[in-house]
């Protein structure tokens, strides 16, 4: 039982912006904080019917930073390892699926 987490009551706050993020701009350890910086890749065309040329490096904007306690992080980890690991499973069972003959 050592390794349960405590309970604790959630107070989900309506107001709270959501933040998308694709790129991984920076991490960095700075006085005990580990700190994230997240951006997303944008094309914003002069005119709406153009597209990104060939070649063109993309324009990533900071979208957030995070900034967490090591507890918090090793938190952030597991779950997203467990995320991960459930893709991977479900990709995993997917492809035998599709694998399987027709009868």
Do not use: W
Not at 15 to 33: C, H, K, P, Q
């Amino acid at each position: 039982m050592a390794n349960e987490k405590p309970k604790f009551t959630l107070v989900d706050d309506p107001s709270l912006r959501e933040t998308y993020a694709d790129t991984m701009i920076s991490t960095g350890f700075f006085n005990g904080v580990c700190v994230l910086t997240m951006g997303a890749t944008r094309f914003i065309p002069k005119r709406t019917n153009e597209a990104p040329k060939d070649g063109t490096a993309p324009t990533v904007y900071t979208t957030a930073r995070l900034a967490m306690t090591p507890n918090a992080a090793v938190e952030v980890v597991n779950v997203l390892t467990n995320m991960l690991n459930t893709l991977s499973q479900a990709e995993r069972a997917a492809q035998a699926a599709q694998e399987q003959p027709k009868h």
